[in-house]
């Protein structure tokens, strides 16, 4: 592409920068939805930055390559615009509609400057949609980067928020277990657990499974493996919140709980906890 | 060289494990320890690994074999103070040591001790049984 061809681009963008700037704001208003979660004034303000910042980019350097060092600032700006728009709950191709729907009014006052030179004009509307095409894909990318950060803190969150360990007395730790048992989420809990025990010197952890939606062969191996790690460290466990239907899944899948101490509530398992440190005494012995 | 005391308290012997164990000093360990407890006759068998941090499948199986071994010698083993990261080792290696009496730190570990000889201890003894 010729020198003269590429000065096109960034001189429509600076001599038509108000007319550009007002019709594409209505562009960008008819594309979307009325009661639109962001401010016209806001999205004036972001717009006026995003030409400026074009302006500025395809003068300096190759209008191709928006990878470059040139871009970088209309980069950022669309980052921030994306990922902003990202956390407001934008769709994606809403997102991308703010770079897109620059493109009729772009491309009209390109025609209107370059006029009857058709085969420049091919040329020049050719590189402004590649470019535009380009800038609009970068913010989907953006947009769904964002998302996915979202997703993996909210898991990461998830997995805190799931496993904690209380004490329930003296020497005695709970740990109540809620959503599907996995081997992450498994080393976890196990670990949480084990450190806890050498934390408090607990004699006793009781794993309440209640809110553990199935069994399979794969969790109750989970479960063994953590009461087995627990006794070499010279605690009991005490599994409890069986439910009926688990303790059918648990008997038909042939899995072996035979070591272990189990029970239907965690309040069974408490009770047992107290009578195996020798505190039931103290403990369910009225008031005087 | 490096060498693990086996200090004898009573009628309990107590090994602190204070080093990095590798595979000579824990054969070593089996040696002296099981000659130890016919030399002295212990009821009881204290094996401390609290500083322990790191284990292999070997080690694993050495702490199997020797609390076997002072199991067959007439002593009770018990291991004391295994750090979580040693049991969720032993634990995914394989090594669940059935038979192996656990507690989390020494004061339990020779509570435990003391109320299983005592059971034994109560018993009325062998010359009272048998006046004659």
Redesign the interface.
């Given at each position: 592409m010729s020198a003269a061809t590429d000065a096109v681009i960034p001189h429509v963008l600076k001599a038509y920068e108000a007319e550009l700037l007002d019709e594409w704001l209505r562009e960008q208003a008819s594309a979307f939805r009325p009661g639109s979660k962001i401010s016209e004034h806001e999205l004036r303000g972001q717009a006026r930055e995003f030409l400026s910042l074009l302006q500025e980019a395809t003068r300096n350097g190759n209008i191709a390559d928006i990878r470059g060092p040139s871009y970088g600032r209309i980069r950022d700006m669309l980052g921030d615009v994306s990922r902003s728009r990202g956390l407001q709950g934008f769709s994606p191709s809403e997102t991308a509609t703010f770079v897109f729907s620059l493109k009729r009014p772009l491309f009209s006052y390109i025609q209107r400057e370059l006029g009857a030179d058709v085969d420049s004009l091919a040329t020049v509307t050719w590189s402004a949609t590649e470019l535009l095409d380009k800038l609009g894909l970068y913010t989907t990318e953006v947009h769904q980067k964002s998302r996915e950060e979202v997703i993996t803190r909210q898991q990461q969150e998830l997995l805190e928020l799931s496993t904690p360990v209380v004490k329930l007395w003296d020497g005695i730790l709970a740990l109540p277990m809620i959503g599907t048992l996995d081997s992450a989420r498994t080393q976890i809990v196990m670990e949480s657990l084990l450190q806890r025990i050498v934390e408090t010197g607990a004699d006793i952890a009781i794993i309440d499974i209640t809110g553990v939606p199935t069994v399979d062969t794969l969790t109750a191996q989970h479960l063994l493996k953590t009461v087995t790690a627990a006794r070499l460290m010279g605690a009991d466990c005490i599994i409890s919140g069986i439910r009926p239907q688990i303790a059918q899944t648990i008997v038909h899948l042939g899995v072996d709980l035979g070591a272990v101490i189990t029970k239907a509530t965690l309040a069974d398992a408490f009770r047992r906890a107290l009578e195996m440190t020798g505190q039931r005494e103290r403990v369910l012995k009225p008031r005087a | 060289m490096d060498r693990i005391p086996i200090l004898k308290l009573r009628d309990l012997l107590l090994v602190t494990i204070q080093v990095d164990m590798h595979d000579r000093l824990a054969l070593q360990l089996q040696d002296e320890l099981t000659t130890r407890i016919s030399e002295t006759a212990a009821r009881g068998v204290l094996i401390d690994i609290s500083s322990l941090d790191i284990v292999d499948s070997f080690i694993g199986r050495m702490i199997a074999n020797i609390a076997a071994m002072a199991r067959v010698l007439d002593a009770e083993t018990v291991?004391?103070?295994?750090?979580?990261a040693?049991?969720?080792t032993?634990?995914?290696l394989g090594l669940?040591?059935p038979g192996?009496r656990?507690?989390?730190?020494v004061d339990?570990?020779m509570a435990l001790l003391e109320s299983s000889t005592r059971a034994v201890e109560d018993l009325p003894d062998a010359d009272a049984r048998h006046p004659d």
């Amino acid at each position: 592409m010729s020198a003269a061809t590429d000065a096109v681009i960034p001189h429509v963008l600076k001599a038509y920068e108000a007319e550009l700037l007002d019709e594409w704001l209505r562009e960008q208003a008819s594309a979307f939805r009325p009661g639109s979660k962001i401010s016209e004034h806001e999205l004036r303000g972001q717009a006026r930055e995003f030409l400026s910042l074009l302006q500025e980019a395809t003068r300096n350097g190759n209008i191709a390559d928006i990878r470059g060092p040139s871009y970088g600032r209309i980069r950022d700006m669309l980052g921030d615009v994306s990922r902003s728009r990202g956390l407001q709950g934008f769709s994606p191709s809403e997102t991308a509609t703010f770079v897109f729907s620059l493109k009729r009014p772009l491309f009209s006052y390109i025609q209107r400057e370059l006029g009857a030179d058709v085969d420049s004009l091919a040329t020049v509307t050719w590189s402004a949609t590649e470019l535009l095409d380009k800038l609009g894909l970068y913010t989907t990318e953006v947009h769904q980067k964002s998302r996915e950060e979202v997703i993996t803190r909210q898991q990461q969150e998830l997995l805190e928020l799931s496993t904690p360990v209380v004490k329930l007395w003296d020497g005695i730790l709970a740990l109540p277990m809620i959503g599907t048992l996995d081997s992450a989420r498994t080393q976890i809990v196990m670990e949480s657990l084990l450190q806890r025990i050498v934390e408090t010197g607990a004699d006793i952890a009781i794993i309440d499974i209640t809110g553990v939606p199935t069994v399979d062969t794969l969790t109750a191996q989970h479960l063994l493996k953590t009461v087995t790690a627990a006794r070499l460290m010279g605690a009991d466990c005490i599994i409890s919140g069986i439910r009926p239907q688990i303790a059918q899944t648990i008997v038909h899948l042939g899995v072996d709980l035979g070591a272990v101490i189990t029970k239907a509530t965690l309040a069974d398992a408490f009770r047992r906890a107290l009578e195996m440190t020798g505190q039931r005494e103290r403990v369910l012995k009225p008031r005087a | 060289m490096d060498r693990i005391p086996i200090l004898k308290l009573r009628d309990l012997l107590l090994v602190t494990i204070q080093v990095d164990m590798h595979d000579r000093l824990a054969l070593q360990l089996q040696d002296e320890l099981t000659t130890r407890i016919s030399e002295t006759a212990a009821r009881g068998v204290l094996i401390d690994i609290s500083s322990l941090d790191i284990v292999d499948s070997f080690i694993g199986r050495m702490i199997a074999n020797i609390a076997a071994m002072a199991r067959v010698l007439d002593a009770e083993t018990v291991v004391v103070g295994m750090q979580p990261a040693v049991a969720i080792t032993l634990v995914e290696l394989g090594l669940h040591l059935p038979g192996v009496r656990t507690a989390l730190n020494v004061d339990k570990g020779m509570a435990l001790l003391e109320s299983s000889t005592r059971a034994v201890e109560d018993l009325p003894d062998a010359d009272a049984r048998h006046p004659d």
